[in-house]
């Protein structure tokens, strides 16, 4: 890993900011949330970390690992602990479109079409099993999820913030499921396996899990609008142009491979920098490092990409390209500045 620019930002007219007292306030508020999600997920502290730098970011989530391993319950745990609305959508091959975002029904008494709001009208919507929903009401999402609103028979109605999708989905069971379309992946800021735990981990979880559920106990620490809040400030935080083009070269590294039959898109770009973002403020940083890009390549870029036939006959995966990338792409030199 780099040690990247010692950035100290210069403050220009007409840039927005983050005053400097915000960001420790905004540490130990996440600090707290994250503490109460691992008193749920044992031994799993960078997948939280990652989950609570999608939702500073205004990203989606996918956790995609076999059965049992904890998928929902870190989404239940991090919904549980900030207070927000939430809504579980179990994706099934017999669900509709308007199950998820809404439908119009006539009211007999006022003679009048009146709007039933979908299972998306949430803070945090957890899509339980995203890949057993035909592609139709998988596409009922990607409005959703990018633009933060719904439209329904001509009307559009606005997502309140924070708004979070955090979906889950199997990948090793085939039957009955419908894999997500590239539009669908790319939608997500970033993708996380839970894998096992440590031998230590399950035998804490056996006692803790054993009696009753630690969701049970769990009380929240922050509420929406306090998200809301973090959310502005991690907004403010400084990006270098040479940091800001360490991105793009890495993105751009993608589309050029010959491994990979498909790139990242300037989506991933916007959603990697996002995330930079995030990861700094946690780290009670107000400007970016290449570490931060470093640390974030493989779960924002690699469920983006399409290995190419050769790639694939050597058995490469898009999370070993990215790596290999990362070794590859020089990262910016520590005395240059650019304002």
């Not at 509420?223 to 890495?250: N, W």
């Not at 790639?311 to 070794?327: K, Y």
Request: hydrophobic fraction near 40%.
């Amino acid at each position: 890993m780099s040690t990247g620019p010692t950035i100290e930002p210069t403050r220009r007219p007409g840039r927005r900011w983050a005053p400097a007292a915000d960001f420790p306030y905004l540490a130990q508020t996440i600090a707290q949330v994250r503490g109460a999600v691992e008193n749920v997920i044992e031994g799993k502290p960078e997948v939280v970390k990652v989950a609570l730098t999608v939702l500073l970011a205004e990203g989606h989530l996918l956790i995609e690992d076999v059965p049992g391993v904890g998928k929902t319950m870190l989404s239940k745990a991090l919904a549980r602990s900030i207070d927000c609305t939430v809504r579980r959508i179990q994706f099934t091959p017999d669900l509709l479109p308007s199950d998820v975002t809404g439908v119009s029904v006539y009211n007999q008494e006022t003679r009048d079409f009146e709007f039933r709001p979908g299972g998306i009208f949430a803070n945090i919507v957890v899509g339980d099993e995203i890949n057993r929903a035909s592609p139709k009401t998988q596409s009922a999402l990607l409005e959703c999820m990018e633009e933060r609103q719904v439209t329904v028979d001509g009307t559009t109605y606005h997502l309140e913030p924070p708004f979070m999708v955090i979906a889950t989905q199997n990948p090793i069971e085939m039957e009955g499921t419908y894999p997500l379309p590239e539009a669908q992946r790319d939608r997500f800021m970033a993708r996380v396996s839970m894998g096992y735990p440590s031998v230590q981990a399950e035998l804490q979880m056996l006692d803790t899990h054993g009696a009753r559920s630690p969701l049970d106990d769990l009380e929240p620490v922050t509420d929406a609008r306090e998200i809301a809040k973090l959310i502005d400030i991690v907004r403010g935080v400084y990006v270098a142009d040479a940091v800001k083009e360490y991105a793009l070269a890495l993105v751009t590294a993608t589309r050029n491979s010959p491994e990979l039959r498909l790139g990242a898109s300037p989506r991933a770009t916007l959603h990697l920098l996002r995330a930079a973002r995030a990861a700094a403020a946690l780290d009670n940083r107000e400007y970016v490092l290449p570490d931060d890009i470093q640390a974030l390549a493989v779960p924002v870029l690699a469920h983006r990409l399409l290995p190419a036939a050769e790639a694939q006959v050597a058995r490469r995966t898009p999370e070993q390209i990215v790596a290999d990338l990362l070794r590859t792409v020089p990262v910016p030199d520590p005395q240059r500045r650019r304002r």
